[in-house]
């Protein structure tokens, strides 16, 4: 009897939401039946619920995040060989201060490492990033097999950066790599150096740019290949009726229209250079990035001195001034460049509009 | 954008994180899961073969749990370095002794085993067991013993019209067979370009020829690298490798693999190679075949007018130490290592060098009973640089003699670096 009496009280409110559509109601049938109006008014969850709710997402963040870059701050304050517990309970910890932060700028293969890092990113931005871009105009046209090569060129990106940097090394490799019996096949041998690709200290840094290129261009390549796509055919169309030349409607109407894809594309490939590792301590091998630092990135610095060299702290320093142009960088990006792109997206700073 | 944004700080705090599991690591020392053995015999078929049946004879006897846990030595260090960080080495553990294993020891993460080897290292060659010893105590027992010398191949020679038999014994005499040998056309040395350990190997024989190995002991104690004595050294290798004797792109070629110097020299694409007792396997591993009776050895030249004389020896061996909270029957293995089971190992003639006092390699081997004659017989003994120094001067002993070799940096500045980072080394003191 109870039950038939708790179906029937529990109609009432269905009902009732059936003909007051506008009326706050709990019920998950009447959540169906009300219009956007009724969601809009209907009381939102106790703050409680979305802290219960956000509570694995903050503990996640907080654990893997927050306190791995508040250790990493406190850790490059000291001296530290990373043995015998937290530094200022290790005995064999100092506190330094700032003191590692004056080391990392006073030292020149650290400097030398944010040089290196700068022409990275004007090579990344000045010849990558526009031969994708061709590359993916091209594409976009149509032509037998363009599928294939739009494979085709995706493919190195999908390699890890590990086995790309084993590849290369066998590629270039002084006798019987790929490179060096094509050139010299082809009449071309007084182009090797004599050192070797990955052995000569002035033309390291393009060779490992290269290297980086060929992985990296099909990614940019799909992504501007998207935006391409995403531009109705209608706008070149009217811009060619009215009397526009090729070069004009792709200067006027498809690279404006393409902005936000490049910026995007921009964004990604100065975070990627400034955290550059694996491929460049693969291809260098125990050399740390070259003869004479020619490749060496600030992460393999980093890592020379935390794992060889047990300078725990200094290591540590070098990961916050990596973290800070990051940060610095995005921020900025972000604020002042992507500003457009983002708006809604991203929540507004003090509620700009 | 978010996720952009993340991915920065993720790769960070990826890096950070491993810091992170150092600082809160716990110290769970083989109460339990047994007393884990990380050795790197993983090239040598004949020992990783035989040391898990050692392990597993020595649990039956003793009801003990040791596990051997085979690692390769480039993945060995970083992961010896994580778990010491952390404040948990494995219980029983490879070294090289010298000044990484007394870092560890400093930091009171090795146990201290003089008392339980004090009968058997009366049987030991006392310049194997040098290197485990750390300010009066015994810290680990060595199993193997070598030195670095010369691989030379006599036929290259010969066709240089240099005396196979009568190998060069001084500096001049070494650049004297290296003219000759350009002259030939035969590359004279193959190098390890691309791996400044091997070059290393070159500046610190030359210093101690030049200082003896107690003037670079003074050097060490004064954290000091401004004797002249190393400048020279620095200069000497410069001169040397002005020369150009080294193979076509040795800057682009690690140790060991296809693309190596060791392949290099393996198959007779150079007369000389400086390297440590194991090259030989090395060299047949990585060349696919093998020099056989023209392989020789000699000793690192002496320098005219230095303090140093021929017979004074450097290099190193491969021993084990026991980590602090380690169950004792880690430590009455290690001694059955040394005693009962090394005959065994021995009988498997792997490329090693005894270093007990009675061990007899065949008479076939002529050039490991050479490299065993000369550590037996050596006025003194001195441990790789890199191992002996502390891990940052070792790193950087390395990369400034590398940054000779490939010309980034003169000899001044390059002993300039170091003495730099010597200095700034730390001196912790630690209370036990």
């Known amino acids: 009897m109870t039950e038939v009496n708790q179906r029937g009280v529990a109609s009432v409110p269905d009902r009732a939401a059936a003909h007051r559509p506008a009326a706050p109601s709990g019920g998950v049938p009447a959540r169906h039946r009300a219009g956007p109006a009724a969601r809009r008014k209907r009381r939102g969850p106790s703050p409680l619920t979305i802290l219960l709710f956000m509570l694995p997402g903050l503990a996640m963040f907080g654990l893997l995040v927050v306190i791995p870059v508040v250790s990493a701050i406190y850790f490059s304050f000291f001296k530290w060989n990373g043995l015998g517990g937290p530094p200022g309970i290790s005995e064999t910890s100092e506190w330094l201060g700032l003191g590692n932060f004056a080391r990392a700028f006073s030292d020149s ?34 032509f037998p097999g363009r599928t294939i090569f739009r494979l085709l060129f995706f493919a190195p990106y999908v390699i890890s950066e590990v086995i790309t940097g084993v590849l290369f090394g066998v590629v270039l490799r002084q006798e019987g790599g790929l490179v060096n019996e094509l050139l010299r096949s082809a009449g071309l041998g007084s182009l090797v150096p004599a050192n070797g690709w990955l052995g000569t200290r002035s033309i390291l840094l393009v060779v490992a740019f290269v290297v980086i290129t060929w992985k990296y261009f099909g990614f940019h390549m799909i992504i501007y290949l998207a935006g391409r796509q995403n531009i109705p055919r209608e706008l070149t169309e009217a811009a060619m009726t009215d009397g526009a030349t090729p070069w004009q409607a792709f200067r006027h109407v498809t690279l404006p229209l393409l902005g936000p894809t490049i ?29 004479g630092h020619a490749a060496e990135t600030m992460a393999i610095t980093m890592y020379r001195h935390g794992f060889q060299r047990f300078e725990v702290g200094y290591a540590s320093a070098i990961s916050v001034i990596m973290f800070l142009i990051c940060l610095v960088f995005a921020l900025a990006y972000i604020r002042f460049v992507m500003r457009r792109d983002i708006e809604g997206a991203v929540t507004n700073v003090g509620g700009r509009r | 954008m978010n996720g952009t944004l993340r991915r920065g700080t993720v790769a960070l705090s990826a890096t950070v994180a491993l810091l992170l599991a150092s600082a809160c690591g716990s110290d769970s020392g083989g109460s339990d899961g047994g007393a884990s053995w990380w050795h790197i015999q993983t ?20 009801d003990a749990n040791i596990q051997p846990e085979p690692i390769a030595n480039d993945d060995f260090k970083p992961a010896l370095t994580t778990a010491m960080q952390a404040g948990d080495p494995p219980d029983i553990f490879h070294s090289w002794g010298g000044g990484v294993l007394a ?112 003037g670079y002991t003074a050097a060490r104690e004064a954290k000091s ?51 440590g007792q194991w090259d030989p396997s090395v060299q047949e591993s990585s060349s696919g075949t093998s020099l056989g009776d023209d392989l020789g050895w000699f000793p690192f030249p002496a320098v005219e007018g230095g303090a140093g004389s021929i017979d004074e020896v450097y290099g190193g061996g491969n021993g084990h130490a026991v980590g602090a909270n380690a169950p004792d029957y880690a430590v009455d293995f290690l001694v059955f290592l040394a005693t009962e089971a090394y005959d065994r190992i021995l009988e498997q003639e792997p490329s090693i060098i005894p270093v007990t006092l009675d061990a007899e390699i065949p008479a076939s081997e002529v050039n490991r009973i050479l490299i065993q004659e000369s550590v037996a017989n050596a006025s003194s003994f001195q441990l790789y640089f890199d191992q002996d120094l502390p891990p940052a001067v070792g790193d950087q002993v390395n990369a400034s003699v590398g940054a000779i070799t490939d010309g980034s940096a003169t000899p001044e500045e390059a002993v300039q670096q170091m003495h730099e980072t010597f200095q700034a080394e730390p001196d912790f003191q630690v209370e036990e």
Do not use: C
């Not at chain 1, 004007?122 to 590359?135: D, H, I």
């Not at chain 1, 491929?279 to 003869?291: D, E, K, S, W």
């Not at chain 2, 090239?43 to 003793?62: C, I, V, W």
């Open chain 2, 225 to 275: 690298f401004d004797d002249p004595g190393f400048l020279q050294a620095a200069q000497l290798w410069k001169e040397l490798v002005d020369m150009e004797p080294f193979q076509d792109g040795f800057l682009q070629q690690g140790y060991g693999g296809e693309d190596s110097s060791p392949a290099v020299f393996g198959a007779g694409g150079a007369a000389m190679h400086l390297m």
């Open chain 2, 43 to 62: 090239g040598e078929q004949a020992l990783s073969d035989l040391f898990p049946q050692l392990a597993e004879e020595f649990n039956e006897a003793n």
């Open chain 1, 109 to 142: 293969v650290f400097r030398g490492d944010l040089l290196r890092g700068l022409v990275l990113m004007v090579l990344s931005l000045t010849v990558q990033l526009p031969f994708s871009l061709a590359l993916a105009l091209l594409l976009h046209q149509k």
């Open chain 2, 103 to 214: 870092q560890y020891v400093r930091a009171g993460l090795v146990k201290d085993i003089t008392d339980d080897v004090s009968d058997i290292v009366q049987n030991m060659s006392p310049g194997a067991l040098a290197p485990y010893t750390i300010d009066g105590r015994i810290y680990g027992l060595p199993f193997d013993m070598g030195m670095v010398g010369m691989w030379y191949n006599k036929a290259l020679f010969e066709e240089a019209g240099l005396d196979p038999d009568n190998p060069p014994a001084t500096w001049s005499e070494l650049l004297d067979a290296v003219t000759a040998l350009k002259e030939a056309g035969i590359t004279p040395i193959a190098i390890a370009g691309a791996a400044p350990w091997t070059q290393h190997y070159w500046f610190s024989y030359l210093s101690i020829r030049i200082m003896g190995v107690d």
């Open chain 1, 263 to 291: 910026r995007v594309t921009i964004f990604l490939s100065v975070i990627g250079v400034i955290q550059l590792f694996d491929m460049i301590f693969v291809l260098t091998g125990p050399n740390y990035g070259g003869p």
